[in-house]
């Protein structure tokens, strides 16, 4: 039988940091956070180990966007639901409960209507952050917005648009059973835009990033 030896007590803030990366950049490779935390890749993969053997973190293949180089395919490091547990989501029995009783009681459409309310921040907010900064892509503008709420948003740039990803979710537990959460954010993002957008992973469904896929705005020709 493989036996470990306890980590020392000291290196507990480091694993934190390393966790916590993860949860604000999404599945990271240990080079990656080795560059981040300044660590060595050494001491980055020694705090894995001790993550993953808490079942805090699980080793993934890296998945890959366009066309597949040679070699074997570069290992990432997500949280797992446990791992996410760690990070302020210590509500989440209560807001399920709530939400139960919701649909007991008020049907469907009362949780839909939470839902659309929970996320009307967005609309609120997302004009106040272009009007502080034009220059912002509105894939980015939102990225700000959703950080804000603790979100962890950031924007990758495809051929076809631009990519929402969102690396936290604060309801991911509670959206597990009640997607209705989900699809509010998503409707939300597409009334902003004024165009469809489309959700195409979500971590309540365990994957490791929310993605949105966000289409290019055809450019306005100059009079």
Do not use: W
């Amino acid at each position: 039988m493989r036996t470990t030896t306890a980590p020392p007590e000291g290196d507990a803030p480091t694993r934190e940091r390393v966790a916590r990366s993860i949860l604000e950049n999404g599945p990271s490779t240990a080079a990656d956070l080795a560059g981040r935390l300044a660590l060595t890749p050494a001491a980055v993969r020694r705090h894995l180990d001790h993550l993953v053997e808490e079942g805090i973190v699980e080793s993934r293949e890296k998945k890959v966007y366009g066309s597949r180089t040679r070699g074997r395919p570069a290992r990432v490091f997500a949280l797992t639901e446990s791992g996410r547990d760690q990070f302020d989501q210590q509500y989440d029995d209560l807001a399920v409960q709530a939400l139960r009783f919701l649909a007991e009681t008020g049907g469907e459409q009362a949780v839909v209507e939470f839902a659309r309310r929970r996320v009307a921040f967005v609309g609120r907010d997302y004009a106040d952050v272009i009007a502080q900064d034009p220059t912002l892509s509105p894939a980015e503008a939102l990225a700000r917005v959703f950080s804000a709420e603790g979100y962890a948003a950031s924007v990758r740039e495809l051929p076809v648009g631009d990519q929402l990803c969102q690396q936290h979710c604060p309801v991911s537990h509670v959206a597990h059973e009640f997607p209705q959460l989900c699809e509010a954010e998503t409707e939300a993002i597409g009334l902003v835009l004024g165009t469809h957008v489309q959700r195409l992973a979500t971590i309540a469904h365990g994957d490791g990033v929310c993605t949105t896929c966000i289409p290019q705005t055809p450019k306005k020709e100059k009079a």
